[in-house]
């Protein structure tokens, strides 16, 4: 019932913290573009557009996909926007997927950003309605004690976090459109930096981005014209599950692990470190690593801040996660997971120049958002299932 | 392609004033009600439109989800859209899943602010949202370019309006309006619309459930089976389109199958607005538009759209028609149309 979908083309501008050269139109196509140049595709060839990002507040323009709809070259096409928090990268990817396992489409043209130096993102995610009052500033207030509960659980030693935060910077050195570089980066480094959210120092969190990610989805028939070797998606996933209520486990959220089970079932992986090769995980907080290594089955519960210590997930290691250098490195929110969607995607098609993990044939992708409630995953391998 | 039906849907009765309710306490009633109707307590994939900047905050959809009840977790999405682009997500979940069954709702609370003004942020903040041009203004000039061409006269602007407003006094869902010209002073809002060719400021949600083949048969008597759907946009600056006509309208009803509908829902926000929609989809007198009473009659913003494929299928679950076709709009003057053709008869 499902038919094959490829990914037959990658795009991503360089991420900066302000990206002063370009209008928001400018951003996207320069993602698209790039996009439809390793497709070997023109804007012609596109027969739909699905655009994905985070709360409109965050540049303070209502729908912007109404106004870059023709920057998009989608005049005369159908355009769709996603929103899903900050899962929302992911979702949009699968949202585009689905156009093409459902065949109605050919050939869809994904696009996820952000442009956080036209606002102020911890302004805009601690408004609330005048019903409700915000107890916690911007992201970190809302997930640092989350980090706090799952040390005490898993009896992780302090340094865990600062681990992550070194680990991938050195990835982030070897990216060429990676946002942070920070040569010389160490645990003393990092040690070094202001505490923001007690145990979340400056240098454990992600920066604030602009940039864009894109992506060309194909079927099978399309894929096979490409220029370049695709990327085939094995399985997509997408729970959710609300914010708050009594006995929720919050640390490690079960719409995580359904998720998790459920595109481990559709590409027939029983052991996600020994069967995938990569993983490209939205970890925000360094922190949230180990908590994700062991929500996504990587180990036993408990177990994920050993992995992280004993260097499993370094490029060196059996399963390295964000070769990229991931969201500690780069993070324009709405396009935050959908950068891992394709970098996972560049892995498998053997693109990911100076961080490729070599002969890597499967990869996660993931992205979560919300009070890590929105969750959006897929895997993707280097043959056609 | 998969067999994919609207088996049921519900609506709030639509205020045009705020009743103190937050945008969950309206939306809860409509999901529960939807979930007696069809006596499903799950959904395979579950998909909602709304918007943060009518309630001015982030992340509107989120609480939404307590109303849903997404325990355990769900599978389940959201569009920036009106939700009639939520329900065309889940028709392609329908297509491709593992799934029989999809939920979509689409809530909107325009009471608790100036909408007009709020959708001046929908416009390109480069050149054309600095100008101040507000939604009703920019419609204004649609509807002058539109009677320069047309020949037609406020007196059919009017008409719509009038018929519009009757319709809606029958349907207790919308809002029930007064004849155009009573009680006002028959002045414009903004020339040459007159405050009845305007819809009216609306709070209200509404919800649909579509379902795939035997599953449809099982939970609709006659289920209104999606035979075509597309949607399509226009370039969004109103200085390089032709805003007298509605070329995305015309390419989605082309693509979705128009032709031969008996009945349309169009989503007009304003009263040209149907004449235009009308023309692009080829709708002949012999062809009931809005019976509901339209968003003439109740506009609430992200579900008025989905009201609208709502309202086309029960004249399909009813048996009044055979045919029917339900349009939503999205964006200044039209710029993105969805056209849904439904029919008591699946294809092939």
């Known amino acids: 019932m499902s038919n094959p979908c490829a990914v037959i083309g990658v795009g991503q501008t360089a991420y900066r913290t302000k990206r002063l050269d370009v209008s928001m139109a400018g951003l996207l196509r320069e993602a698209a573009r790039r996009a439809l140049d390793d497709a070997g595709l023109t804007w012609k060839d596109i027969d739909a557009v699905v655009v994905g990002k985070a709360p409109d507040l965050f540049e303070g323009v209502m729908m912007p996909e109404t106004f870059l709809a023709e920057a998009l070259g989608a005049k005369g096409k159908p355009i769709m926007r996603v929103h899903t928090a900050g899962s929302v990268g992911g979702s949009t990817a699968i949202v585009a997927a689905g156009l093409i396992q459902g065949g109605v489409h050919q050939r869809v043209l994904t696009v996820a950003w952000e442009k956080q130096s036209e606002s102020n993102a911890t302004w805009a995610l601690t408004v609330n309605s005048p019903f409700t009052t915000s107890l916690v500033v911007g992201a970190g207030g809302y997930f640092a004690p989350h980090i706090r509960a799952y040390m005490r659980r898993a009896g992780a030693p302090d340094h865990i976090g600062m681990l992550v935060a070194v680990k991938d910077r050195e990835n982030a050195l070897r990216n060429q459109y990676a946002h942070l570089k920070i040569p010389g980066i160490s645990r003393e480094m990092v040690e070094s930096t202001p505490m923001l959210w007690e145990p979340i120092r400056y240098l454990e969190t ?173 895997i993707v391998g280097s043959d056609k299932p | 392609m998969r067999e994919i039906a609207v088996v049921a849907f519900t609506q709030s009765h639509h205020s045009g004033e705020d009743l103190g309710l937050a945008e969950i306490e309206m939306l809860a009633p409509v999901i529960t009600g939807i979930k007696e109707k069809t006596g499903l307590k799950q959904f395979g994939f579950t998909c909602s439109g709304s918007c943060d900047y009518l309630a001015g905050a982030p992340f509107s959809f989120v609480s939404a989800l307590d109303a849903v009840g997404a325990w355990p977790p769900i599978s389940e999405s959201h569009v920036e859209m009106d939700a009639a682009w939520a329900l065309y997500e889940a028709w392609v979940k329908l297509l491709h899943g593992e799934i029989d069954t999809a939920l979509v709702y689409g809530f909107g609370k325009s009471s608790q602010g100036e909408l007009r003004t709020i959708l001046t942020q929908q416009l390109d903040p480069y050149h054309l949202a600095p100008l101040g041009i507000d939604q009703v203004s920019l419609a204004a000039l649609q509807a002058r370019a539109y009677m320069e061409r047309s020949g037609a006269k406020e007196d059919d602007l009017r008409a719509v309006a009038a018929r519009s407003r009757a319709s809606g006094r029958d349907n207790p869902f919308a809002l029930h309006l007064p004849e155009p010209g009573d009680g006002d002073d028959g002045g414009y809002d903004v020339a040459p619309l007159h405050p009845y060719d305007v819809a009216p400021i609306t709070d209200g949600a509404a919800a649909i459930v579509l379902a795939a083949g035997d599953k449809a048969r099982e939970l609709c008597e006659r289920p209104a089976w999606i035979t075509g759907i597309d949607h399509r946009t226009e370039a969004h600056a109103p200085g390089v389109r032709d805003l007298t006509r509605s070329d995305a309208t015309r390419i989605a009803g082309e693509k979705a199958g128009a032709a031969g509908v008996e009945v349309a829902e169009l989503h007009a926000q304003f009263s040209h607005e149907e004449l235009i929609l009308r023309e692009a989809l080829g709708l002949g007198d012999d062809v009931t538009v809005n019976p509901s009473g339209g968003a003439l009659s109740a506009n609430p913003m992200m579900a008025a759209g989905l009201i609208r494929i709502g309202e086309a299928a029960a004249r399909i679950h009813d048996g009044t028609a055979s045919r029917a076709l339900g349009h939503a709009s999205s964006g200044p003057c039209l710029q993105q149309n969805l056209v849904c053709v439904l029919s008591g008869e699946a294809n092939e």
């Open chain 1, 206 to 378: 992600c920066p604030s981005s602009d940039g864009a990610c894109a992506m060309v989805l194909a079927s099978e028939d399309a894929a096979k014209k490409a220029p370049n070797p695709p990327a085939w998606v094995h399985g997509t996933s997408m729970r959710s599950e609300p914010m708050m209520f009594a006995g929720r486990d919050s640390v490690s959220p079960q719409g995580g692990k359904d998720a998790a089970a459920d595109v481990y079932r559709q590409a027939g992986i029983s052991d996600p470190r020994r069967e995938l090769d990569c993983a490209e995980v939205y970890v925000p907080f360094s922190w949230y690593e180990p908590m994700w290594l062991e929500n996504l089955g990587f180990c036993g519960e408990s177990e994920g801040w050993k992995l992280t210590e004993a260097g499993a997930t370094a490029m060196d290691g059996d399963i390295p996660w964000n070769p990229s250098g991931g969201v500690l490195s780069s993070n324009p929110i709405g396009a935050s997971g959908m950068i891992r969607f394709a970098e996972a995607a560049l892995q498998v098609r053997g693109q990911a120049g100076d961080h490729q993990v070599d002969g890597a044939r499967r990869a996660l992708g993931h992205a979560y958002g919300g009070g890590a409630q929105f969750f959006a995953m897929w």
